[in-house]
Nanobody, 124 residues
Framework: QVQLVESGGGLVQAGASLRLSCAAS????????MGWFRQAPGKEREFVAA????????YYTDSAKGRFTISRDNVKKMLYLQMNSLKPEDTAAYYC?????????????????WGQGTQVTVFS
């Protein structure tokens, strides 16, 4: 079993940066692919970024490419999402997720464990 706890959200002005963190407990992360998803008010949860167990492969939604960077530290059992040049449309609750395979996925149905989310609000 894996427990995930996100942190680092906040209220920021457009153009600012935030770094989200996800702390995992319960088992090693070395065999788990992980990802970030987000859900804006009134919208369905959507894929943001994903990373393979080794960190060697990363994937991003088009709106995140060039602005967001996903990374992980398997020793510390941490997942990160560095978000730069934030826009109001990035406002959402951001969720960390893990799946019991080494290959990353952009599909949320393929993830087995989820955190409770951290809120990011970007104002113009």
């Amino acid at each position: 079993q894996v427990q995930l706890v996100e942190s680092g959200g906040g209220l920021v002005q457009a153009g600012a940066s935030l770094r989200l963190s996800c702390a995992a407990s319960g088992r090693t992360l070395s065999s788990l692919a992980m990802g970030w998803f987000r859900q804006a008010p009134g919208k369905e949860r959507e894929f943001v970024a994903a990373i393979s167990w080794s960190g060697g492969s990363t994937y991003y939604t088009d709106s995140a490419k060039g602005r967001f960077t996903i990374s992980r530290d398997n020793v510390k059992k941490m997942l990160y999402l560095q978000m730069n040049s934030l826009k109001p449309e990035d406002t959402a609750a951001y969720y960390c997720a893990a799946r019991r395979v080494v290959v990353a996925s952009t599909r949320q149905v393929e993830y087995d464990y989820w955190g409770q989310g951290t809120q990011v609000t970007v104002f113009s």
